[in-house]
């Protein structure tokens, strides 16, 4: 599986910004997807994970009621939907797959099957 993320940018507190994460692959339905950030000098952490129905959802509580993670199989695209930015979101985002929805946590990132290139969300004051 090979995931190209998209859709990241330079926008104000309070805007809105979509991700999108294209997946290759036609097994790509078969697995859990997961959106993890990276902020200069901090490790990677969890945000948002799906399982691969789009029956279940988990969100780290940071971003709880601000964020929608959903995806489209039928496109193989995880989508991550962004809603009342704020600075401290401002990072590198990337999309993960994995097969056990359980790994898409921030204590599990070197275990995460594959992972997409990172896209820059930058939230300015």
């Known amino acids: 599986v090979q995931l190209q993320a998209s859709g990241g940018g330079l926008v104000q507190a309070g805007d809105s910004l979509r991700l999108s994460c294209a997946a290759s692959?036609?097994?790509?339905?078969?697995?859990?997807g997961g959106w993890f950030r990276q902020a200069p000098g901090e490790e990677r952490e969890f945000v948002a994970a799906?399982?691969?129905?789009?029956?279940?959802?988990y969100y780290a509580d940071s971003v709880k009621g601000r964020f929608t993670i959903s995806r489209d199989n039928a496109k193989n695209t995880v989508y991550l939907q962004m809603n009342s930015l704020k600075p401290e979101d401002t990072a590198v985002y990337y999309c993960?797959?994995?097969?056990?929805?359980?790994?898409?946590?921030?204590?599990?990132?070197?275990?995460?099957?594959?992972w997409g290139q990172g896209t820059q969300v930058t939230v300015s004051s």
């Open positions: 692959g036609r097994t790509f339905m078969r697995y859990a």
């Open positions: 993960a797959a994995d097969v056990i929805i359980g790994t898409m946590t921030s204590s599990a990132v070197g275990k995460i099957d594959y």
């Open positions: 799906i399982t691969w129905s789009g029956g279940s959802t």
